[in-house]
């Protein structure tokens, strides 16, 4: 049996995503986004608000610099950008196709009413992009 042609982003989201705290040390955001081999992880309150997204390239540099100068790198807030682009179930994947055109992330949260409730990526997009045309 086939599975049904995706049409929003609630069809191929990802619903158990990694997300991070503003307080979590940047050390401890590089090991889990390298353990979940992700590109960048939202960042959202005690009550799963989306409030900022870091990526890998975001603290690169701060953890490199941390190791030559033997200190403790940041907390995930200090670092964190705090003007997010994000999607919400109800678009079509069509729509944020064109959106990424223009726009560079890899991952975008999907948010319903300030929470985070998954997150799609660009190959995620892509996939569904190549499984409509098939049809």
């Known amino acids: 049996m086939s599975k049904p042609t995706p049409h929003t982003v609630r069809d191929i989201m990802s619903r158990d995503c990694y997300r991070v705290s503003p307080e979590m040390s940047i050390t401890t955001l590089a090991q889990g986004l390298a353990l979940h081999r992700l590109p960048g992880a939202p960042v959202v309150d005690r009550h799963d608000n989306l ?4 990526s ?3 603290v690169l ?3 490199l610099d941390s ?4 200190d ?3 907390l ?16 079509s994947i069509t729509d944020l196709a064109q959106e990424m055109l223009g726009a560079k992330p890899k991952i975008y949260p999907v948010v319903e009413q300030r929470r985070l409730v998954g997150i799609v990526t660009r190959r995620d997009i ?5 499984t ?3 049809h």
């Open 132 to 134: 409509i045309r098939r």
């Open 126 to 130: 892509l996939v569904s992009l190549l």
């Open 72 to 74: 403790e790198a940041p």
């Open 76 to 91: 995930v807030k200090e670092m964190m950008r705090n003007e997010v682009l994000s999607v919400t179930p109800a678009k």
């Open 67 to 70: 190791i030559y100068h033997d």
């Open 51 to 54: 409030i900022g997204f870091i």
């Open 61 to 63: 540099g701060r953890v």
């Open 56 to 58: 890998e390239q975001d």
